[in-house]
């Protein structure tokens, strides 16, 4: 047997965002230090853009077919995205596609961060410990996922509502979907919030981070903020970088090796059993 982990991020030209994949990975090989650990990214164009400019990245099935031709057996696929969209509906096809063309015999997938509601209690657990230590009681905070108009976008929602029970200051908000920074603005303003704390909701950083949220554009969500009257305090750090986010994936990636154990064992039963006849 020769195990695996392929993490599956978005992907990011970013250094920062590359220096926070680096550090999870770290994690990752320490907690399981059984398994080599590789990185793959699901955006194509993320890809065209880093081959571009002279950095090669592997897709999910690329990453899988090399693992198979280096003959790893067993490879656990860890989702770095937050909720179960399009993305990684796509991450799971390739696996699928992967397992087809000569990728590792046994492969299992690893969920994203906001699958279950017991993720959804989690993350807004980690959330709320990770909250920036400076913010002031009547400071709002608004973190800014993606977002899709995918049907994944209820785990944002629920994220939200389970947020609203500790803290009717901090918003869920995302780039693309229902929830826009425009929507939000009304509500926070009825906070009677003057300073907002501006999170990415987005496991690294990247160019939504960087420009769409905390950018110096008339459009980002921090001149939008800014443009109704508030302070705006943007935070650049991604989810894989705070611990109790981290841990969520961790665990999830547990779940996926543990059913890959399991399919170890049976298979040594089963060789077992042969032999016996
Ligand atoms: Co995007």
Not at 7 to 21: H, Q, R, T, V
Request: hydrophobic content about 45%.
């Amino acid at each position: 047997m020769k195990k695996g982990i392929l993490l599956a991020a978005f992907g990011s030209a970013s250094p920062l965002g590359e220096k926070a994949l680096n550090g999870f990975a770290e994690t990752v090989s320490g907690r399981f230090p059984d398994a080599r650990v590789r990185f793959a990214f699901t955006s194509d164009r993320m890809r065209t853009r880093l081959a571009a400019a002279g950095k090669k990245t592997d897709s999910v099935k690329k990453a899988l077919c090399r693992m198979g031709f280096e003959r790893y057996t067993h490879v656990a696929v860890q989702s770095l995205h937050l909720i179960p969209g399009l993305e990684y509906e796509s991450l799971v096809e390739e696996t699928r596609a992967a397992q087809a063309h000569g990728g590792p015999k046994h492969i299992a997938v690893g969920k994203p961060l906001l699958q279950e509601p017991e993720d959804v209690r989690l993350a807004a657990n980690a959330l709320l410990a990770h909250l920036p230590p400076e913010r002031g009681p009547d400071e709002a905070v608004v973190c800014m996922g993606h977002g899709t108009w995918h049907t994944g976008a209820a785990s944002y929602e629920a994220l939200a509502r389970t947020l609203a029970l500790s803290d009717k200051r901090i918003f869920i908000g995302t780039l693309e979907g229902e929830h826009s920074i425009d929507c939000l603005l009304p509500a926070i303003t009825a906070t009677g919030a003057k300073t907002v704390w501006l999170l990415p909701l987005l496991s690294i950083i990247g160019k939504h981070a960087e420009q769409d949220m905390a950018g110096m554009s008339p459009d980002s969500w921090s001149s939008r903020i800014r443009k109704a009257g508030l302070v705006c305090k943007p935070v650049l750090q991604g989810t894989v970088e705070y611990a109790g986010f981290a841990e969520i994936w961790l665990m999830h990636l547990a779940t996926a090796l543990g059913v890959l154990t399991a399919k170890q064992l049976l298979e040594t039963t089963v060789t077992a059993t042969e032999s016996e006849v």
